[in-house]
């Protein structure tokens, strides 16, 4: 008598592999899979099979729920989406796709060979594409079997096709009681392998931003392969556990392998899709600040774009009264905002004293501190606290939106070094930073806006304001216009010497005759002759600064600049020396060649009768200059500021070359300048 059972194919050899498919590292289902891919997408409206797909197995699964389950789910309220007008199914690979599936032994090594098969024959479409393809073919099995389980026992059609196809076998009372719990665990895994694909799809759609915009898409689409493969294999194994009910056999396909590894897939790009979702919140976010500001109307309006996640307003704290302020006082203020991290030290929180000192009698400009940290610890907030407590101005509580850090560096050029941006009272920014300018002049630069700026670094004689107030005495000298002999270096020997060459030419009797009145100041000596780290790092530090407020703007090269860059390549010279005339610069050179122009003029000194000390230093110094140069090098520091993509030679009309190096000196504040 023959069997009315449908014989699995079991004659397949069963192909061991190792490790087990199921605990296969990703790089390795990755080599596999990526064999069976052709970079030729094969084009049809894959949106619009999804879309059927999705409401067959939504409305498949349903009927399940309420059959098995007891269930009473209200399939008439489902939302049902429609595809496009015209959209034709592949249905001959559909069919090839269900028979490749179909009536395959359990196994996982057999779920491996048929997901490869099922991969060697879609190799010219796209992983997505891969995906909804084989779901679809399930799908209208799957599909097809429930809605004949529905209809079966009021219509006649359905009742004959429903034997065929052994429907009664399962949905009737006793294969439903038999079959319950396999039942509901395949459902519910057709349900996550479902909900798997519908992400990659997400994900398809969010490339759009690119990984550039969006860095979490990178691992995402990476792993898309793998997740199609584990989507796949799904699908299969589901196939192979509904053969296997449907014919009631003894032997099923275990599915819990395979749920495992589908829901980590599941979770994995949920978190995913979070992630860039997250990212392109930020990207929106950053899009709208960045537009805000190009148009603005008023300060406290980008003032919260820039601060405040969404509509999470803190108030200020006033420094000067220690206590909570509504940000309603930056209304309509001029405001300079002092962003820098908690590694600020004492010394450049006291370079913003005197503006706060000089400002604070005119109600319309303020100072708001912003500290920059990307994850505040109780150990952050102790150092914040003790920060804020130097400071007489407005101070932000615990700075974090991820936006407007992104902003303040990408778009203001924070590098970890205090900047003060200074905006108008409409929001426009009048000066990205003003705190070299404020370094190197203080409130003569006041209000601190690029014209200002421009104004005081073309002034030849601005030079002068890097060393006017080094020391009282000094200050004394440029103010009633006499010659000074700055110099210094990291050569003692050298700074002895040149001390020794320069007093004796101030003391020399054709000097006194022609009233020509030398003072020497050695930078980086007290008045005993001991180091002052502290004036020397304070001077430093401030000739960069005048070098970043020439240089932010205009690149091309003038007297000023050409000068600011000299001084600039003596910093790591052995020994150097700076003649001015008041605040006017009348020569500077490195060590060697000022004093070989001191030891020199003694053959000269005589026309200084006749032409005058400067005519006749600054003559000599040149023919000195063109007997040879030895290399100019200008260090500057990358978190100073925007640093010029090139520089031409101080000394020559030639574009000087680039090198990178790194430092660290293991210590903070103006010392750090003497290196």
Not at 640 to 651: A, L, N, Q, S
Request: with cysteine.
């Amino acid at each position: 008598m023959a069997s009315n059972k449908i014989l699995l194919v079991t004659s397949q050899k069963v192909i061991k592999t190792e490790p087990s498919v199921l605990t296969m590292p990703d790089d390795q289902i990755m080599n596999h899979i990526y064999a069976t891919h052709v970079h030729n997408d094969e084009k049809f409206d894959v949106d619009s099979l999804f879309v059927v797909v999705e409401n067959i197995l939504k409305r498949a699964t349903a009927v399940v729920d309420n059959v098995v389950l007891g269930t009473h789910g209200h399939l008439e309220n489902m939302e049902e989406k429609a595809p496009k007008v015209g959209f034709s199914p592949p249905l001959c690979t559909l069919k090839h796709l269900s028979s490749e599936m179909t009536c395959k032994a359990p196994g996982e090594e057999f779920a491996h060979k048929t997901t490869m098969s099922i991969l060697n024959k879609l190799s010219s479409y796209s992983w997505d594409a891969k995906a909804v393809l084989t779901l679809a073919a399930f799908a209208m099995d799957y599909g097809d079997f429930w809605l004949l389980a529905q209809i079966h026992s009021s219509d006649q059609l359905a009742k004959s096709v429903g034997i065929l196809k052994r429907v009664p076998a399962i949905s009737m009372r006793p294969g439903i009681q038999k079959h319950k719990k396999a039942i509901v665990e395949l459902n519910n895994l057709i349900k996550v392998a479902l909900e798997v694909i519908e992400c990659i799809f997400e994900l398809e759609k969010l490339s759009i931003y690119g990984t550039k915009d969006v860095p979490a898409l990178a691992p995402a689409m990476d792993r898309i392969p793998v997740d199609v493969y584990w989507a796949i294999i799904t699908v299969v194994a589901c196939t192979t556990q509904m053969c296997c009910l449907i014919n009631d056999e003894d032997k099923t396909q275990e599915l819990s392998p395979f749920a495992q590894k589908i829901n980590f897939t599941l979770n994995l790009l949920r978190m995913q899709i979070k992630l860039c979702y997250q990212q392109i919140e930020e990207i929106e976010a950053y899009r709208k600040l960045s537009k805000l500001l190009q148009t603005p109307t008023e300060i406290m309006e980008v003032f919260k774009a820039l601060i405040f996640a969404k509509d999470n307003v803190q108030p200020l704290i006033d420094g000067s009264i220690n206590k909570l302020v509504n940000i309603d006082v930056l209304k309509k203020k001029n405001v300079l905002f002092f962003i820098s991290g908690l590694d600020i030290t004492i010394d450049e929180i006291s370079i913003i004293k005197p503006i706060y000192e000089g400002i604070k009698k005119e109600d319309q400009y303020k100072i708001v501190w912003i500290p920059i940290v990307e994850q505040w610890t109780d150990e952050l907030r102790k150092k914040f606290d003790f920060l804020r407590s130097k400071m007489p101005w407005y101070i932000v509580q615990y700075f974090s939106p991820i936006v407007g850090i992104k902003f303040i560096k990408e778009e203001w050029n924070f590098k970890n070094k205090p900047i003060v941006v200074v905006m108008n009272r409409q929001g426009k920014v009048e000066h990205p930073n003003a705190l070299h300018m404020i370094r190197v002049w203080g409130m003569k630069a006041f209000p601190f806006t690029t014209t200002v700026e421009e104004s005081l670094t073309n002034r030849v004689d601005g030079i002068g304001s890097i060393w006017f107030d080094l020391s009282p005495d000094l200050s004394t000298s440029i103010k009633q216009e006499k010659y000074i002999f700055l110099y210094g270096g990291k050569d003692n020997e050298w700074i002895q010497q040149f001390n020794r060459k320069a007093a004796a030419l101030a003391n020399d009797p054709v000097m006194r005759d022609t009233k020509v009145s030398i003072e020497l100041f050695c930078v980086g000596k007290n008045s005993k002759g001991e180091d002052d780290h502290d004036t020397l790092g304070h001077f430093w530090n401030r000739i960069e600064s005048f070098f970043f407020s020439k240089t932010h703007k205009k690149t091309e090269q003038d007297i000023v600049i050409q000068e600011i860059q000299k001084l600039l390549s003596y910093k790591t010279e052995s020994g150097w020396s700076v003649l001015s005339k008041g605040s006017r610069l009348v020569a500077s050179g490195n060590g060697t060649t000022m004093l070989k122009v001191l030891e020199e003029f003694d053959k000269r000194k005589e026309l200084v009768r006749e032409v005058g000390f400067e005519v006749v230093f600054k003559d000599h110094h040149d023919k000195i200059l063109q007997t040879g140069r030895s290399c100019c090098r200008v260090d500057v520091p990358m978190n100073g500021g925007k640093v010029p993509e090139h520089i031409k030679c101080p000394e020559c009309p030639r574009v000087m070359e680039t090198y990178v190096s790194f430092k660290c000196c293991h210590i903070d504040g103006p010392m750090n300048g003497l290196h």
